[in-house]
């Protein structure tokens, strides 16, 4: 079982539905919880963390956390061709806060 | 600097060839993170530095791979003897270390593109 899991997609959406994007993660100890955007052929590019159970909102993007169902995800409303990307869920603990990624899901928003 | 700064962006060698790759993180930054992503695998962790020191060298993946960090700041890493399975992009991430470590944000530059021919 990889640390960090999460479905490659392509996950397709119209554009201003609501894409939701899952991850599951194997280690309890986790404490940290980041999405990443990565474009094609850029680097990371941070959109939400979130530490405790629930949820948090900034904007079109809801972080959700579970950490008794070992479960996050992302939820972008009102979904844009520019959100199009891959999303990279990371959990991060320990003493070095080191990330474990999954190998991220690629999301198509359709016009 | 404004944001973190690897080079040089590509990176093109022979097969046992060495070579170094720089990283430059955010100005007042004391972690810094070395990252590899291949096709197929994801992101992979290699390094953490905190300051000058490497408390975690777990994801280094053979005594091919090295790093270190000076001042504080630049860090590079190198791979002696490359191999074609060392081809990837490889990422450096730093952050400003608060109390509470977990709560560390880690912001990635643009990445090396290493080809091993």
């Known amino acids: 079982q990889k640390e960090v899991e999460q479905n490659s997609g392509p996950l397709s959406v119209p554009e201003g539905a609501i894409a939701s994007l899952n991850c599951t993660y194997s280690?309890?100890?986790?404490?940290?919880f980041f999405w990443y955007r990565q474009y094609s052929g850029k680097s990371p590019e941070l959109i939400m963390f979130?530490?405790?159970?629930g949820d948090k909102e900034d904007g079109r993007f809801t972080a959700q956390l579970n950490k008794a169902s070992q479960y996050v995800s992302l939820l972008i409303r009102d979904s844009q061709p520019s959100d199009s990307a891959t999303y990279l869920c990371?959990?991060?603990?320990?003493?070095?806060?080191?990330?474990?990624f999954g190998t991220g899901t690629l999301l198509a928003v359709q016009p | 600097g404004a944001g973190v700064s690897q080079s040089p962006s590509n990176k093109v060698t022979e097969k046992g060839k060495d070579v170094e790759l720089r990283c430059d993180p955010i100005?007042?930054?004391?972690?810094l993170y070395w990252y590899r992503q291949s096709l197929g695998q994801g992101l992979e962790f290699l390094i953490y530095?905190?300051?000058?020191?490497?408390?975690?060298k777990s994801g280094l993946p053979s005594d091919r791979f090295s790093a270190e960090r000076t001042g504080g700041s630049v860090s590079t890493l190198t791979i002696q003897r490359t191999q074609q399975e060392d081809s990837a992009v490889y990422l450096c991430?730093?952050?400003?270390?608060?109390?509470?470590?977990?709560?560390?944000?880690?912001?990635f530059g643009a990445g090396t593109r290493l080809s091993v021919l």
């Open positions: 991430a730093s952050s400003l270390v608060v109390w509470e470590i977990a709560k560390n944000i880690q912001y």
């Open positions: 280690d309890r100890g986790s404490q940290s």
């Open positions: 979130i530490y405790s159970n």
């Open positions: 990371a959990v991060g603990g320990g003493a070095t806060n080191k990330l474990i």
């Open positions: 100005s007042g930054h004391t972690a």
């Open positions: 530095f905190q300051g000058n020191s490497a408390p975690d």
